[in-house]
């Protein structure tokens, strides 16, 4: 069983910024996929960045140029940092990864609010 927990959520007023994290209990060197995904109130969750092992990435359109996903091996975390935030990107973020051969996991996720 892995643990993936978030943090770095809050409340950012549209132009700001923030930067969440996912800290695995697991290392990640070689992890299938691992990134974020979010869901705001009455709307299905959706992808927003993920990065496989070979840090191939992929972005929402709607966050592209304004997000960025990294990972630090050494400490088993992702990263997503927000930048330009608008309100629109408000929601709950959630941390998914996929270990081989295919264990998928779900953070418990970590509310994001802009304000106008």
């Known amino acids: 069983q892995v643990q993936l927990v978030e943090s770095g959520g809050g409340l950012v007023q549209a132009g700001g910024s923030l930067r969440l994290s996912c800290a695995a209990s697991r290392s990640i060197f070689s992890i299938v996929t691992m990134g974020w995904y979010r869901q705001a109130p009455g709307k299905q969750r959706e992808l927003v960045a993920r990065l496989t092992s070979s840090d191939n990435t992929i972005y929402a359109d709607s966050v592209k140029g304004r997000f960025t996903i990294s990972r630090d091996n050494a400490k088993n975390t992702v990263y997503l940092q927000m930048n330009s935030l608008k309100p629109e990107d408000t929601a709950v973020y959630y941390c998914?990864?996929?270990?081989?051969?295919?264990?998928?996991?779900w953070g418990q996720g970590t509310q994001v609010t802009v304000s106008s």
């Open positions: 998914r990864a996929v270990f081989p051969p295919a264990e998928l996991y």
